[in-house]
Protein backbone atom coordinates (compact mmCIF):
# COMPACT_ATOMS: atom_id res chain seq x y z
CA UNK A 1 0.00 0.00 0.00
CA UNK A 2 1.54 3.17 -1.55
CA UNK A 3 2.20 5.87 1.54
CA UNK A 4 0.61 9.29 1.77
CA UNK A 5 3.03 11.89 1.10
CA UNK A 6 4.63 14.22 4.25
CA UNK A 7 4.57 17.97 3.68
CA UNK A 8 6.72 20.66 5.16
CA UNK A 9 5.46 24.44 6.13
CA UNK A 10 7.97 26.27 5.01
CA UNK A 11 8.99 29.52 7.11
CA UNK A 12 11.59 32.24 5.25
CA UNK A 13 12.60 34.27 7.79
CA UNK A 14 9.44 34.13 10.03
CA UNK A 15 7.33 34.79 7.00
CA UNK A 16 5.22 31.65 5.93
CA UNK A 17 6.08 30.77 2.56
CA UNK A 18 4.11 27.96 1.68
CA UNK A 19 3.25 23.82 2.20
CA UNK A 20 5.47 21.88 0.18
CA UNK A 21 6.88 17.97 -0.32
CA UNK A 22 9.78 17.09 1.11
CA UNK A 23 11.37 16.58 -2.71
CA UNK A 24 10.22 19.91 -3.82
CA UNK A 25 11.96 21.41 -0.43
CA UNK A 26 15.04 19.65 -2.12
CA UNK A 27 14.97 21.31 -5.35
CA UNK A 28 14.36 24.66 -3.78
CA UNK A 29 16.62 24.87 -1.04
CA UNK A 30 19.53 22.47 -2.70
CA UNK A 31 19.01 20.09 -0.52
CA UNK A 32 21.03 16.78 -1.43
CA UNK A 33 19.09 14.17 0.92
CA UNK A 34 15.18 14.04 2.14
CA UNK A 35 17.12 13.16 5.77
CA UNK A 36 18.39 16.36 5.92
CA UNK A 37 14.80 17.41 5.40
CA UNK A 38 13.52 15.26 7.99
CA UNK A 39 16.40 16.34 10.29
CA UNK A 40 15.66 20.00 10.49
CA UNK A 41 11.91 19.58 10.84
CA UNK A 42 12.29 17.04 13.71
CA UNK A 43 15.10 19.00 15.86
CA UNK A 44 13.45 21.98 14.71
CA UNK A 45 16.56 24.49 13.91
CA UNK A 46 17.04 27.04 10.82
CA UNK A 47 18.57 25.49 7.94
CA UNK A 48 21.33 28.06 6.16
CA UNK A 49 20.18 30.07 9.47
CA UNK A 50 17.16 31.39 7.43
CA UNK A 51 14.71 28.55 6.99
CA UNK A 52 12.25 26.97 9.31
CA UNK A 53 10.69 23.25 7.77
CA UNK A 54 7.85 21.55 10.18
CA UNK A 55 6.47 18.72 8.97
CA UNK A 56 2.31 18.77 8.37
CA UNK A 57 0.92 16.12 10.32
CA UNK A 58 -2.88 14.32 9.17
CA UNK A 59 -5.45 15.88 11.91
CA UNK A 60 -7.74 13.37 11.34
CA UNK A 61 -5.32 10.29 10.83
CA UNK A 62 -5.89 9.05 14.75
CA UNK A 63 -9.67 9.48 14.74
CA UNK A 64 -9.65 7.63 11.32
CA UNK A 65 -7.47 4.53 12.61
CA UNK A 66 -9.78 4.76 14.94
CA UNK A 67 -13.02 4.63 12.93
CA UNK A 68 -11.36 1.56 11.03
CA UNK A 69 -11.07 -0.54 13.79
CA UNK A 70 -14.11 -0.16 15.24
CA UNK A 71 -15.65 -0.94 11.75
CA UNK A 72 -13.77 -4.02 10.45
CA UNK A 73 -14.22 -5.63 14.41
CA UNK A 74 -18.36 -5.22 14.00
CA UNK A 75 -17.54 -6.86 10.49
CA UNK A 76 -15.54 -9.53 12.00
CA UNK A 77 -17.87 -9.88 14.85
CA UNK A 78 -20.69 -10.68 11.97
CA UNK A 79 -18.61 -12.94 10.19
CA UNK A 80 -17.40 -11.24 7.08
CA UNK A 81 -14.46 -12.17 5.72
CA UNK A 82 -12.13 -9.34 5.56
CA UNK A 83 -9.51 -10.74 2.84
CA UNK A 84 -12.04 -10.47 0.32
CA UNK A 85 -12.60 -6.62 0.63
CA UNK A 86 -11.47 -4.87 -2.74
CA UNK A 87 -10.19 -1.55 -2.29
CA UNK A 88 -11.55 0.87 -5.40
CA UNK A 89 -9.22 3.89 -5.66
CA UNK A 90 -10.04 6.71 -8.25
CA UNK A 91 -7.28 7.81 -10.94
CA UNK A 92 -9.43 9.88 -12.32
CA UNK A 93 -12.81 10.45 -13.47
CA UNK A 94 -12.88 8.05 -16.09
CA UNK A 95 -10.41 5.36 -14.48
CA UNK A 96 -10.83 2.97 -11.64
CA UNK A 97 -8.31 0.76 -9.82
CA UNK A 98 -9.28 -2.38 -8.16
CA UNK A 99 -6.61 -3.22 -5.27
Same mark, same amino acid.
Given at each position: ??? &???Y @??? @????????? @????? *???????? #?R %? %??? #??????? *??QK? @??????????? *???A???????QA??????? *?S &?????? &??? $?? $?? $? &??
Open positions: MAS &RPV @YDL @YDCGKYDGR @YRAAE *LMVMLGVR #H %Q %QIE #HYSDVGI *LYR @YLIIRVDDENA *LELDEWDRVTLKGCGYD *L &RIQFIV &RTN $KN $KV $K &RR
